[in-house]
């Protein structure tokens, strides 16, 4: 006797099969027509074509002849932040571009200013209802990075907020620490870096309060040997590591990140042929965010060329206040077929499966028996209508472990 058994399915279509895919395996998804969907402790125990399913179930819910994916999961968010970047916005609208505005003491700057004066709570109230729209876009798991605190304390505080946002929503919240911006003198760059070696990640670690330690990379930022030492100190603490990289510049950060393991790169849209087949040779995950192109008008990552030499892709939103304010997990998946030139099928595979693998999670990103029963009910019968369609959101059902969550 199951517990819930969802019927009335017109098509379950997910990739399959665990771990991340690769090149031309991110376009082989997995469907079943008329489906049903069997669910136990959260988990999904049965999958299969209705006509066969023999057994019983306490609860059976009709979906009333709609398609069925897996949960989205948004591998690259900045969900928590204070205050707001319209100033900039307009400046770039201008002619501005982001280099000049954060030379300014504006762009990431102002943020850092706003975020740090706010306590854990009033941080947590400000991006509950940034992570509940990205929920009802679709995504049942999303990366949240502190990075707008930039000293110990704040940064602490970040990290606070997004455990309280998990006491808040059903959607799996992973925390990043990142480590964002960095001083422009040598000596304060040199202090700064032993304080989040020394002090700040040794803290988060020992506090269980992030998975992972991210960092940028480029010119105005963080330099690939400065990296190379924080990263170290994350991987020591016994956290995983990525890196915002090749965004504007390529400073070597790409390449130090895949020779010290990685989970994943992201950005990457001044990525090169040659480093897309390096990217291909190792395990890490190549993140785009068709967000920030929209946005800041940059040219798009190379998404096609780098599914053509073999590597794993993933999407994420970037949602943050000064490059990429993009509010919908879907939309981002749809921005990636029109911006970076992936199929639909692709797209899918790097919102969900290969998403997850940029996280470290196993146990999301495909509808197989096992695995977490996240899931989205569309309003179509056609799964494809949820890359097509703009400026309205198809998904009618968010369901995390099982559970319907509330619209």
């Known amino acids: 006797m199951s517990e819930l058994l969802l019927t009335g399915i017109s098509q379950v279509v997910t990739p399959f099969g665990a771990g991340a895919k690769h090149g031309s395996a991110m376009g082989q998804l997995r469907t079943i027509l008329q489906a049903a969907i069997a669910v136990d402790e959260g988990l999904i125990s049965w999958i299969g ?40 916005f307009e400046a770039r609208s201008a002619g501005a571009t982001y280099e000049e505005i954060l030379a300014a003491g504006g762009g990431i700057w102002h943020t850092i200013r706003e975020t740090a004066e706010k306590n854990s709570e009033e941080m947590a109230a400000l991006a509950l209802p940034r992570v509940q729209t990205l929920q009802r876009s679709g995504a049942t798991t999303i990366e949240v990075k502190s990075g ?73 930022a963080w330099s690939a040997a400065d990296a190379r030492i924080v990263l170290g100190c994350a991987k020591a603490a016994g956290l995983s590591i990525k890196l915002h990289t090749e965004q504007f510049q390529r400073v070597g950060g790409l390449e130090m990140g895949l020779e010290m393991g990685a989970l994943s790169v992201d950005h990457l849209e001044v990525c090169s042929l040659d480093q897309c087949g390096l990217i291909a040779r190792s395990k890490t995950i ?107 959101s198809v998904v009618r059902e968010v369901w995390v472990a099982g559970r319907k969550q509330a619209a």
């Open 286 to 392: 190549a993140t785009i965010l068709p967000g920030v192109s929209l946005h800041l008008g940059l040219a798009a990552a190379p998404g096609r060329a780098l599914i053509d030499a073999g590597a794993a892709v993933a999407i994420g939103t970037d949602l943050n206040p000064g490059s990429s304010p993009l509010f919908s997990t879907a939309a981002a998946m749809g921005l990636a077929v029109r911006l970076n030139g992936l199929t639909a099928g692709e797209a899918l595979s790097a919102s969900t499966v290969n998403a997850a693998a940029a996280l470290g999670s196993s146990n999301v990103g495909r509808l197989e028996v096992g695995m977490q029963a996240d899931l989205l009910v569309l309003e179509s019968s056609d799964w494809r209508d949820l890359p097509y369609t703009i400026g309205q």
């Open 148 to 220: 707008y605190g930039y000293t110990l304390e704040a940064e602490l505080r970040m990290l606070e907020a997004i455990r309280l946002l998990q006491q808040r929503t059903q959607s799996q919240l992973i925390p990043t620490l990142l480590i964002h911006i960095c001083p422009a003198e040598r000596a304060e760059r040199e202090a700064y870096r032993e304080m989040v070696c020394a002090e700040l990640i040794p803290e988060v670690a020992r506090r269980g309060l992030a998975r992972t330690v991210d960092i940028f990379v480029e010119h105005h």
């Open 49 to 88: 074509a209705e006509r066969d399913w023999h057994g019983n179930a306490e609860s059976v819910v009709d979906l009333g002849n709609r398609a069925v994916v897996p949960g989205l999961v948004d591998p690259h968010t900045h969900a928590v932040w204070a205050g707001d970047r319209l100033a900039d």
